[in-house]
């Protein structure tokens, strides 16, 4: 499974983005996807949102909920993060990744496919 992340950008304090991730090589209609960021000068990838592939459930970090929805198109092979109302705190670099199984925990090591990281940039 291929993972390619797109739809990063710099917005100002506010505004919205919404960030894509398509799958190639296999359907992941099945699989739990998730978006992860990580923050400059941090050194672990935060989770932000998944969306369960057993029952179809979203999670999401605390600080985004309300303002940050998870997605997947109808065939299930592009999963979107719609992000409204952005924060110069949620300027990071945006990872999806995804998974055959249905993680345990919303942690990195969870998930065996990753996207390349898009940028997302919330000024002030």
């Known amino acids: 499974v291929q993972l390619q992340a797109s739809g990063g950008g710099l917005v100002q304090a506010g505004g919205s983005l919404r960030l894509s991730c398509a799958a190639s090589?296999?359907?992941?209609?099945?699989?739990?996807m998730a978006w992860f960021r990580h923050t400059p000068g941090e050194y672990y990838r935060e989770f932000v949102a998944a969306l369960k592939g057993s029952d179809g459930r979203a999670f999401y970090l605390g600080t985004v909920k309300g303002r940050f929805t998870i997605s997947r198109d109808n065939l299930g092979n592009t999963v979107y993060l719609q992000m409204n109302n952005l924060k110069p705190e949620d300027t990071a670099v945006y990872y999806c990744?995804?998974?055959?199984?249905?993680?345990?925990?919303?942690?990195?090591?969870?998930?065996?496919?990753w996207g390349q990281g898009t940028l997302v940039t919330v000024s002030s």
């Open positions: 090589g296999r359907s992941v209609s099945s699989y739990t």
């Open positions: 990744a995804g998974d055959a199984g249905d993680a345990k925990r919303w942690i990195p090591d969870e998930f065996h496919y």
